[in-house]
């Protein structure tokens, strides 16, 4: 296949960007306005993001284009990895755009490099994409972004764990090459060029520092073993930074509902 020239990547760029310009802005006013279906919840997300644009937020500063940066990357380097569209450019929906903007467009003011926010907590009903979402971010943080630097997707089983990591391989395999992907008894590894994502079920065995982390259904751990090893680990990166998703599950007592009461 003909690589694009220079002229129609940057015209490719463009709209992408533009696309996702609209997603953000779409998805803020549907949301503010009611024409949105949403919860309480979710239209108090968009509202914390207005105020703190208003009123600011000593020490940070919101970007557009770096909230962008990551949506360009994914959109550009990653394929739907299953389904009927699976291998075409990966265009993530409007509240994916919108949250994925605001996670990673707050930065400090005197180093644009520093993100406000290390820690995403992503609570969506089932068939909503959750785990092809947060595989697209892993992705771009552990190849996209910084280079040299180590993922984890952590899980109560491996089985488990393997929900985000096949997406990882395949979002990336499908249009890139050079992916290698290492299978063992307690844990798998993806490779591709000096970035390593290694999915477990349990803490980390190597030492290693994890500069992205996602912890899959996070409503089926009992506790926060898993999570601390991993963030004790890297207190020395501010940068690094920590994805949970799940389900509601049934539990009012674990730490997933703890979580989830702090982030209302």
Not at 41 to 65: H, N, S, T, W
Not at 104 to 123: I, S
Not at 189 to 201: H, N, P, Q, Y
């Amino acid at each position: 296949m003909k690589s694009p020239s220079p002229s129609n990547s940057s015209t490719l760029q463009n709209r992408i960007l533009k696309y996702y310009r609209d997603a953000y802005t779409g998805y803020r006013d549907s949301v503010l306005c009611g024409t949105r279906v949403c919860s309480t919840a979710e239209r108090q997300k968009v509202e914390r993001q207005e105020r703190d644009i208003k009123q600011g937020v000593p020490g940070y500063v919101f970007l557009m284009e770096e909230g962008l940066k990551p949506l360009l990357w994914i959109t550009m380097n990653l394929c739907i990895p299953l389904g009927k569209k699976r291998g075409q450019p990966m265009k993530l929906e409007a509240w994916q755009a919108y949250d994925t903007i605001v996670l990673f467009g707050w930065v400090k003011k005197d180093d644009h490099g520093r993100r406000r926010f290390v820690d995403a907590f992503w609570e969506v009903a089932r068939k909503n994409g959750k785990s092809t979402f947060s595989a697209a971010l892993l992705d771009y943080l552990i190849f996209g972004e910084t280079p040299g630097v180590r993922g984890y997707i952590g899980a109560t089983t491996l089985e488990q764990a393997e929900e985000v990591f096949v997406r990882c391989e395949k979002e990336l395999s499908l249009v890139n090459k050079g992916v290698s992907v290492a299978n063992s008894k307690n844990n798998k590894v993806l490779k591709w060029r000096d970035g390593v994502i290694t999915a477990i079920a349990g803490e980390p065995k190597d030492g290693k520092l994890a500069y992205g982390t996602v912890i899959d259904e996070y409503h089926q751990h009992r506790d926060n073993g898993l999570i601390n090893s991993i963030r004790f680990g890297n207190i020395s990166d501010q940068q690094s930074l920590l994805i949970r998703i799940t389900t509601a599950g049934v539990s009012l007592g674990g730490v997933c509902h703890e979580e989830y009461k702090k982030c209302k």
